[in-house]
């Protein structure tokens, strides 16, 4: 099983990215919540926000409400996360995990994880 991440890059503060995660078995889609997660320099790594499979919920941390949002198609076996209006603490190394039906803020529940891509927040 393979998730990749892809799409990070550098951006200057109130910009945009959309972060993509391809997910290697069509089996995963179909019962696996998708979670995306983050790791700045020093830091520990932080649930981001997960979209479930059934009834595709939605979850995202306080710091990214309103900015942040998450879908998924499993038609083409992807997961998405739109990021707006970034602000220089957004930067991190994004990663897209999968492995449990619901929505865990603890990477912890996760078993599947892609390589993560890096997204820098910078004038």
């Known amino acids: 099983v393979q998730l990749q991440a892809s799409g990070g890059g550098l951006v200057q503060p109130g910009g945009s990215l959309r972060l993509s995660c391809a997910v290697s078995?069509?089996?995963?889609?179909?019962?696996?919540?998708i979670g995306w997660f983050r790791q700045a320099p020093g830091k520990e790594r932080e649930g981001v926000g997960c979209i479930t499979n059934k009834n595709e919920s939605t979850y995202y941390i306080d710091s990214v409400k309103g900015r942040f949002s998450i879908s998924r198609d499993n038609d083409k076996m992807t997961g998405t996360l739109q990021m707006n209006d970034l602000k220089p603490e957004d930067t991190a190394v994004y990663y897209c995990a999968t492995g449990p039906v619901s929505c865990y803020s603890s990477g912890n529940y996760y078993r599947y994880w892609g390589q993560g891509t890096q997204v820098t927040v910078s004038s």
């Open positions: 078995e069509f089996s995963l889609l179909h019962y696996y919540s």
